[in-house]
């Protein structure tokens, strides 16, 4: 009579993208320390592309050959094995910057780290949202930013957190020319100042400090032509 012979395809693991080449089994009821060469081991799940959903998958095993043994002496039995496929880590990281205009922000931007096949943010279900102190917020600063709402079967979605970066804006202040006739006295102060660059409507009223200038004209005597630099202005957006 022919032995019992049964042929076991092992069961593996992977994380989606991943692409495996099948060869694991286990030969159980080979006599007279037989051997088997090599044997045929397919799963549907053994692509990159295959997905979460349908997992596990069927690994199976069939047409033994080469070796010691010979398959006319063994009443085969074929047991399939399982593939099963895990979801890979998708990290998504939100950030935004945008220079001081006035304008409470609202909103974000995101960069995805993670993505496999070739496969792009369209493959993702949900609609991101944004949230932290970036929301609502206007003046120069670095502000937190979160983003959350989209889901995947293939991927576990990590999201990290980010910042919204308010740079100031550039205002350029500017003194107007002064003038006086050589009387032996030091020239002292200046004439007043242009300013270019405020934004939303904005004026003088929103800096700080205490306008003063300098340069060469502060204490100048002789006739001649000095600079006259303004100083002294603060502002935590400009």
Known sequence: NK???TLTASDVTKTYGQSVALSAYVASGLQNGETIGSVSLASP???ATAGVGPSPY???IANPVGGTFSLANYDVTYVSGLLRVGK???TVTPGAAKTYDGNPFSG???TYSGFVNSETPSVLGGSLTYGGAAQGASGAGTYSLTASGQNSANYDIVYAPGNLVVGKAGLTVTALPGSKVQDGAPYVGGAGVTYAGFVAGQGAAQLGGLLSYG???QGAVAAGTYAIMPMGLTS???
């Open 3 to 5: 032995a019992a012979l």
């Open 45 to 47: 799940g053994a692509v």
């Open 58 to 60: 069927a690994i199976t």
């Open 88 to 90: 890979a880590t998708l």
């Open 108 to 110: 974000g931007s995101v």
């Open 215 to 217: 340069g060469t004209s």
């Open 236 to 238: 935590p957006n400009y």
